[in-house]
């Protein structure tokens, strides 16, 4: 060895350079080096890492730092204590046995060698331990269900559960994500509980027990009071969620006159755990202005993005009812941050009043216009669509579809739905101009192209169907008679309209017992379904035989009936199942019987809840678990008196839990003696959690008075 090494330093002598050959190997021309020679231990004691080992050679102290990889996973401050011992941390690994020890060193002159060990160190052992980053997000309401991510590294086998703990609230289940870099699951439930945190999350408490190092919080559930003045009775005021936490409406202003330049927008969105209304304002100041009560709602475009319809700075409004030459949309975005007001003129729409504008997909609105001659019911009306960009507007398709009809909204009337695909529909009243008789007509417009898709007849169509599924629209028509309830030749039926390239193929399935035009709604979305709402053999409403009849697949004559005493209303609900209220055994309404029933998405099962029902508003839940809102007057079954209430059912995942007061039910104050509610406004989710309903304040007074007092209430829970 000894002669080796002076062969060396003479051959370094000699040409300038030590020879690649000795102390290790590698290197360069005219570049010192350091050699490795063993790593001590050699073999780890699982997979996790996490010891001091030694990395024995020479020369290390003519490098100034140095980089260390165990089978190319970099190990942690690698440190020369001396010329001849390396010490660095080893880091973990995926799996055991052997791999390459590497070795980077840098001298002052920031030239870089780099030295290796084949099969220098063994891993040994089984799965490395967890490592777990945070929970997200960090507030839940008391009536849980909303849905958390843990995330980290090696948190288990794809597929699988683990417990994971809320200190002091409860236990749940979560899912291992693939690539075990995430656990899913949904916060526990704590009504009854005292809200406040930090909340301490641990995972696997009976086992590993390991706390994940943020903390959650609970907040408490209840009303909040947000005065925002001169709301309306009218649909321009009512809460439209457009994304996730954040919603938006119109109001009146001032001078409680709608069409005038002081008409508000105003957003209400959840700031640091805070709900908060905002009024917009314009680049200069000032109201957005110029809004109509019923055609000014608010319509989503995008997650970041609505728009609202304008009559425009004269304020003029046609007297054959339709839209002005300067009317337009309002386009507010930039929702999260300072809301940006955008003009956009549309003057050739001729939107006929009262017609709501409707969303039919990202960024594009569709609608019904009274065509050149400004006159609505005529051969020259069009169906209008307009796609939006960031700063514009484009046409879109503009198809006359003759002989619309926009009756003060009503629901038989001209109202554009669709959006699943690229076609957008309508119901036509026909050339006679009366809705709800023979020569009523289904219409389509194919947006790509701008052509007519149909029509098919719709005969005696009562209220605006649905798109059920791509390119299949349903919905209820009435017999010859022209009304609810027929039977034999009269009788009432599902008219469903398929569509194949340019045409629409009709059929009708006779329900049997005649609809229900009591109901609240006549027929709802059940999964890619119907359900429709039927008097029973009697023929007679707010009777003990009436039926709901369900049909899974609205395009077979095959349907299932469930029992209904007395139907209220109807509404489908976001996760596929359905929810229906009844008047109960003694069929009255606003009585102790009263009851709000969950029907599964495939009609097999229901859960039946009390309550009193006063104006039956029915909302379908936002989240994956069903939650159903209704609207009631409170105990003494009056509006504006302060004991009104919103109840909430809750199903799905908690179908058989105990939430709130009762083990059917909740019912949440929706307003002190201060903040009466009209029993007449829904109450709308706006985020997991939380969600808006209308109040008129203290002097009871929502389309009328002051308008100073008005309130818009926010429920969490």
Not at 365 to 371: D, E, Q, R, W
Request: charged letters at 10%; proline letters at 6%.
């Amino acid at each position: 060895m000894v002669r080796l090494y002076m062969w060396c330093v003479l051959s370094a002598l000699l040409l300038g350079s030590l020879s690649a050959g000795c102390g290790g190997g590698g290197g360069g021309s005219g570049r010192v080096e350091f050699v490795i020679l063993s790593v001590s231990p050699d073999t780890s004691v699982d997979l996790n890492g996490g010891g001091r080992v030694a990395i024995n050679g020479s020369n290390f102290n003519a490098f100034i730092g140095f980089t260390v990889t165990f089978g190319g996973q970099v190990g942690i401050n690698p440190v020369a204590e001396s010329d001849t011992l390396l010490r660095v941390t080893v880091p973990g690994a995926a799996v055991a046995g052997l791999v390459i020890v590497e070795v980077t060193g840098v001298d002052d002159e920031a030239n870089t060698v780099v030295k290796q060990l084949v099969n220098a160190y063994r891993y040994v052992g089984g799965v490395p331990n967890p490592v777990i980053q945070q929970i997200a997000p960090v507030q839940f309401s008391p009536s849980g269900a909303e849905a958390f991510t843990i995330t980290g590294t090696n948190l288990g086998p794809t597929g699988g559960t683990v417990n994971i703990q809320f200190a002091g609230i409860g236990t749940v289940r979560g899912t291992i994500n693939a690539g075990s870099t995430a656990i899913t699951g949904r916060a526990p439930v704590s009504i009854g509980l005292p809200p406040g945190g930090p909340i301490q999350v641990r995972l696997d408490p009976a086992g590993s027990n390991l706390p994940v190092p943020n903390t959650v919080t609970y907040v408490s559930a209840g009303p909040q009071s947000l005065i925002v003045p001169f709301q309306g009775n009218d649909g321009a005021s009512r809460p439209v969620r457009v994304t996730e936490g954040i919603a938006a409406f119109c109001t009146r202003g001032a001078d409680l006159v709608w069409q005038s330049a002081d008409d508000e927008v105003w957003i209400v969105r959840e700031v640091g755990g805070v709900i908060t209304p905002m009024q917009v304002q314009r680049a200069g100041g000032g109201p957005v202005g110029n809004l109509d009560r019923q055609a000014s709602v608010v319509v989503p475009l995008n997650a970041d993005a609505f728009i609202v319809y304008t009559v425009g700075p004269n304020g003029a409004v046609d007297p054959n009812g339709v839209a002005g030459p300067d009317d337009g949309y309002i386009q507010i975005s930039s929702l999260t941050g300072t809301p940006v007001v955008t003009d956009h003129t549309d003057p050739s729409n001729f939107l006929l009043m009262n017609a709501p504008i409707a969303g039919v997909g990202t960024n594009r609105i569709a609608f019904c216009t009274a065509g050149a001659d400004a006159i609505r019911g005529t051969a020259d009306d069009v169906l209008a669509v307009r796609t939006f960009t960031a700063t514009a507007i484009t046409g879109g398709a503009q198809i006359v579809v003759p002989f619309l009809d926009a009756t003060n909204g009503a629901a038989n009337s001209s109202i554009p739905f669709g959006g699943i695909g690229d076609v957008v529909y309508t119901v036509c009243v026909g050339a006679n101009g009366t809705p709800r008789d023979g020569d009523d007509l289904l219409y389509g417009v194919a947006i790509p192209t701008s052509t007519v898709v149909g029509p098919a007849a719709f005969p005696f169509a009562q209220v605006n169907p649905i798109e059920v599924g791509l390119g299949v629209v349903a919905g209820t028509v009435l017999g010859a008679d022209g009304a609810t309830g027929g039977v034999g030749g009269n009788a009432d039926g599902l008219r469903v309209g398929q569509v194949s390239g340019a045409n629409i193929t009709a059929s009708t399935t006779v329900i049997g017992n005649g609809l229900d035009g009591g109901a609240v709604a006549a027929f709802a979305r059940i999964g890619t379904g119907l359900a429709v709402a039927t008097l029973g053999p009697d023929g007679t409403p707010a009777s003990r035989d009436e039926i709901v009849q369900v049909f899974l697949d609205v395009t077979s004559t095959t349907f299932l009936s469930l029992a209904i005493e007395g139907t209220v209303a109807m509404a489908g609900l976001s996760g596929g199942g359905l929810s229906i209220l009844d008047r109960g055994t003694d069929l009255a309404v606003n009585s102790p019987d009263d009851q709000s029933r969950f029907v599964t998405a495939d009609a097999s099962s229901s859960r039946a809840f009390r309550n009193n029902v006063a104006f039956p508003q029915l909302i379908a839940a936002l989240t994956d678990s069903e939650r159903v809102f209704t609207v009631t007057l409170g105990p003494d079954g009056a509006a504006n008196t302060g004991d009104e209430l919103i109840v909430i059912y809750q199903s799905g995942i908690l179908d058989t839990a105990v939430i709130g007061q009762s083990a059917d039910s909740t019912t949440l104050p929706a307003a002190g003696v201060q903040t009466p509610l009209s029993g007449q406004q829904p109450f709308v989710p706006i985020a997991a959690g939380w969600g808006l309903v209308q109040s008129p304040g203290p002097d009871a007074l929502l389309n009328g008075g002051a308008g100073t007092d008005d309130r818009m209430i926010a429920v969490r829970y």
